[in-house]
């Protein structure tokens, strides 16, 4: 049976928007201050988890590897990038970027 597999990059920016929009949907505040850099925690089971640090802001905010992935799909509704509602999901860290895989096997 043939399947699907799906890959979308996220850059940087990219990341940093969808989780500024996530923050903001559940009630996090975050700082309005500029993101000094965004870091990646180990791949784990869930997905890749991320510490957004900021300039002036002595605390990294933190983010799970699922509130990572629901930030990224939320993302992707909003900017019209297509997601299969059935599929696994998952994220990992490649070459400075944080990719979506969504697999989809035939029914």
């Known amino acids: 049976m043939p399947s699907e597999r799906r890959l ?7 990341v940093e928007q969808a989780l500024r929009t996530f923050a903001e ?4 505040t975050l700082p309005r201050s500029q993101v000094a850099s965004i870091e990646y925690d180990g791949q784990t ?3 890749v988890s ?3 640090k900021f300039e002036n802001v002595p605390r990294p905010t933190h983010f799970t590897a699922l509130e990572m992935t629901a930030a990224l799909i939320a993302y992707c509704h909003k900017t019209h990038v297509p997601i299969p509602k ?3 999901k998952s994220l990992y860290k490649a ?13």
Not at 8 to 14: D, G, Y
Not at 25 to 28: F, N, Y
């Open 8 to 14: 979308i990059r996220f850059t940087t920016p990219e």
């Open 25 to 28: 949907a559940h009630e996090r």
């Open 45 to 47: 089971e869930e997905g």
């Open 50 to 52: 991320a510490r957004i």
């Open 86 to 88: 059935q599929g696994q």
């Open 95 to 107: 070459k400075g970027n944080v990719i979506l895989q969504i697999d989809v096997k035939s029914r």
